[in-house]
């Protein structure tokens, strides 16, 4: 079916309007320069130190919907090793626990440089009264080791 | 930048070197933008999984099996969000509303304000003219060309990963898709 315009993987061959409309997409819809300063920014958020808690469940995905309830809460499950950490995510905000559970201090990070603590008991269950908007992830300190989850989108 | 290079940026990124991240970023950020824009997420949407996906490859940075493959990885990344973007039901945008996708004029960038002047007014109304086409073809073109168009080009593989297709398929649709829009193009003398 290829013509000789593809080669094997690494690229292709351009039609001249295929190039043009690559130069048009360039003026018409750039990548928002406020957008490449974030990500740019981001580099900060590359931690070797932190042990990374991977998403295990997002109910968006792996969850049965739930006849009756037009807006159910986002479950979310994630791993680091022998830590993991349930998230409930709602209108309402956010609760969730460390489990096993333990003391831990927990924050709600929205971003680079921006970290909110969140209260969090004995046993590391913790609140937030406001749901997180956009991209988040939980950095939690417990034990003398720090855990940060994959970063989503609320 | 040589995708060539991307392996190796992602090696110096992970040890530190912030001007490789940033290559990275000039390198695979319209790869990224492009898969956003492909799956035809509101601003607001767009905007927010642009920045996940590049959170949390910076999260991943060194924990990559591929680091050569990290445009795949991106673009993979980033489609999967786009996908719980739709499925969040109650965050539901429709993809062909044609006020979203008119939004060309909103925000000027320079190079816009470059083409507004009088001496590239008419390719300026080429330009136009072409993205009004482009935009105008079946979602599945539109889809495939906004990916294609990334700059600099994606390869097959990162295509790939953008749309959750076969590589093998993304030839012949190209060729099609070309066609069609050629097609439209001719029929109203705009070529």
Redesign the interface.
Known sequence: ???R??HD????E??P??E?????????????????R???E???????DAR?AELTF?S??DGIPVRGE??PP?MLTFHAGEVSLDVEVSAQGLIGQVLPPQPARIEVLS?PGTARPLAADDLGRFTADVAPA??F?LRLRAGGEVV?T????A | MDRTDVGALVQSAADGDAGAWKALVEGLGPLVWSVVRAHGLSDADAHEVYQTAWFRFAQHLGRLREPEKAGSWLASTARHECLKVFRASRRWTPTDDPQVLDRVSEDRTPEESVLDSEEAAAQSERVRRLWQEFEALGERCRQLLRVLIASPQPSYQEVSAALGIAVGSIGPTRQRCLRRLRARLESRGAV
């Open positions: 079916m290829n013509e315009g593809t993987d690494g690229g292709f351009e039609s309007l295929e043009e409309l690559r130069r048009a997409a360039a003026i018409l819809d750039p990548v928002p320069a406020e957008l490449s974030l990500a740019v981001a580099f900060a958020l590359h931690d070797l990374l997002d968006l995905i037009s807006d986002r971003g956009g991209p992830a940060v994959e970063w989503l989108r």
